[in-house]
């Protein structure tokens, strides 16, 4: 029997859930489940990784790792070779750490991992792994076992087009979608949800799987594209009927969604512990910040002088092309890092700083962040600058910006050169929030109790725990005991134990993801404001 069932609801946050859990007049309450899971169970608010991003943070939900052990920072990886900027999609060959299918299958435990990122191209487990974030076409090599395409194919309704990132659909997508745009684009993630739900309940009523693991991320992507229909706090009393018809639409989806967690938990018995998380939480970012002008006006990044000739106007139709590579210090690859890189020199005569002055450097920079304030109130736009041996320690901190970001509204910064370096939002859209949700139900899990933030790396070892498997010594979070009854803890007391396996290439067969559908997974990326 299933032990334990995880549901991965991505970007989902208390502001929202809270909301569609209670009653509200004319509307009823949108997750009558949930609501009485909530109830039944344990909830805490769950710290994301230092920068709230969707691939490190599921990344560390899956391994217990933190980003400077497990190597993922980003969605893309940006590098820079002489004046040049390459993009990279990071893949599973890129985590660094085992994941916790891993560690339960070489402990002959069985696991389903449905729709996780970063889980393409595969590595073998004692189960079934279909990756997220796949292009369709991609999605029958990537899946383990092999033969698992064919058996989900006898799936009624299966359909990889729906499941997959469908970007025939949205190649009309760009950042602003229009009414109608933003309409289809929400409506196209509940057939794909239903997908993933209908393969989670295949997948677990046949195998019965020891850990079951389905990620829903339409939570994140609605929010992303109609945050103001469903942040309580922007909700208007006088709706026009477009608007009325996207907040029917987001309850419409959050309805299903509490279908398909229904249905997950009460068919996994009553024997089950359950628990749900997300990767971050949302929030709404009310303005701009284009932090490689700001770079500019401080004398960090130097932009070549050009004319109004057609190739100039070509150039800067890419963010860096305009860039001074031989006089630039300091600037943003992305906006989804937030972070910004200082350029250190190889070798004497390279453009860059002398590794000498990297201390000095980094703190005259951090002042200057720290000096760009709101001009009414005085307020920092900047309210916290990370530096990576302090947030990113471990054997990839190198890949971590030197400086990551955390803006004061959670917004992404922008890395466009205009002016000016803040710019109030029209309307608030919605970005990412560090405190996302972990919730606990079933049986042996604490009665209604509600407990202090825990941490994104606590949920790999409570996984792993409420499987009947030891915590290994390496994980960097622990279990959360309070989420618990005191009996089951004294029948099943905390096992901490092992080391973690280092990890060897995966061993499905690699088909690299062709320049054109890179392009595509490049412009979904922009869409949702990570990429510009
Ligand atoms: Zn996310």
Not at 29 to 34: A, G, I, K, N, R
Not at 137 to 166: G, Q
Request: net charge negative; proline share 7%.
């Amino acid at each position: 029997m299933t032990k334990t069932l995880f549901i991965g609801l991505d970007g989902a946050t208390f502001t929202v859930l809270d909301e569609l859990t209670s009653d509200l007049p004319g509307v009823g309450v949108t997750m009558p489940f949930l609501k009485k899971f909530m109830e039944k169970g344990a909830r805490a608010k769950l710290r994301s990784t230092p920068n709230p991003l969707t691939p490190p943070a599921w990344v560390s939900i899956m391994t217990g790792r933190s980003p400077g052990h497990h190597g993922i920072f980003d969605f893309i990886r940006a590098e820079e070779n002489r004046g040049k900027i390459y993009f990279t999609l990071y893949d599973s060959r890129d985590i660094k750490t085992e994941t916790i299918w891993s560690i339960a299958s070489r402990q002959n435990q069985s696991a389903v991992a449905l729709n996780f990122p970063i889980t393409a191209p595969p590595r073998s487990i004692n189960g079934s792994l279909v990756p997220g974030f796949v292009p369709w076409k991609h999605l029958r090599r990537n899946m383990v076992p092999p033969e698992l395409y064919d058996r989900l194919k006898t799936l009624d309704d299966f359909n990889p087009k729906e499941l997959a990132w469908d970007f025939d659909r949205e190649k009309q997508a760009l950042e602003d979608l229009g009414e109608e745009g933003t309409e289809s684009w929400v409506a196209y993630h509940l057939p794909r949800e239903g997908q993933w739900y209908r393969i989670a309940e295949f997948l677990l009523n046949e195998d019965n799987p020891d850990l079951m693991a389905v990620m829903f991320d339409g939570v994140d992507k609605i929010q992303h594209q109609a945050w103001a229909f469903l942040d309580p706090a922007l909700l208007k009393k006088e709706p026009s009927a477009y608007e009325q018809r996207m907040r029917e639409l987001c309850l419409k989806y959050f309805r299903e969604l509490d279908t398909y967690i229904e249905g997950l938990v009460t068919q996994a018995g009553p024997d089950v512990q359950v628990f749900m998380a997300s990767d971050h939480g949302f929030t709404s970012t009310t303005e701009v910040l284009r932090i490689n002008t700001f770079l500019h006006q401080k004398g960090y990044l130097h932009w070549n002088e050009t004319d109004d000739s057609e190739y100039s106007k070509r150039r800067e139709d890419s963010n860096f092309a305009n860039v001074d590579w031989d006089k630039t210090l300091a600037y943003c690859r992305t906006p989804s890092s937030n972070g910004i890189t200082i350029r250190v020199a190889q070798e004497p005569g390279d453009p860059g700083i002398p590794p000498a002055e990297y201390e000095s450097f980094r703190d005259g920079l951090i002042k200057d962040l720290e000096s760009l304030v709101d001009e009414e109130t005085g307020e920092r736009i900047i309210t916290d600058i990370l530096k990576r041996e302090d947030y990113f320690p471990g054997d990839y901190m190198d890949h971590a910006a030197d400086l990551t970001l955390v803006l004061r509204d959670h917004g992404f910064v922008s890395i466009r050169n205009l002016e000016p370096v803040v710019m109030p939002r029209d309307v608030p859209a919605g970005t990412h929030h560090p405190d996302g949700v972990f919730l606990a139900g079933g049986k042996g899990i604490a009665e209604g109790v509600e407990i202090d933030r825990l941490d994104i790396i606590d949920v790999a070892p409570t996984l792993l725990y409420s499987m009947g498997l030891a915590v290994p010594e390496d994980f960097e979070g622990s279990v959360p005991t309070s989420f618990f009854s005191p009996e089951h803890l004294r029948f099943k007391p905390v096992k901490i134990k092992g080391q973690t396996l280092s990890v060897t290439d995966g061993d499905a067969e690699i088909e690299e993801i062709s320049e054109d559908e890179k392009d595509k997974i490049m412009e979904q990326l922009k869409m949702l404001g990570y990429m510009e």
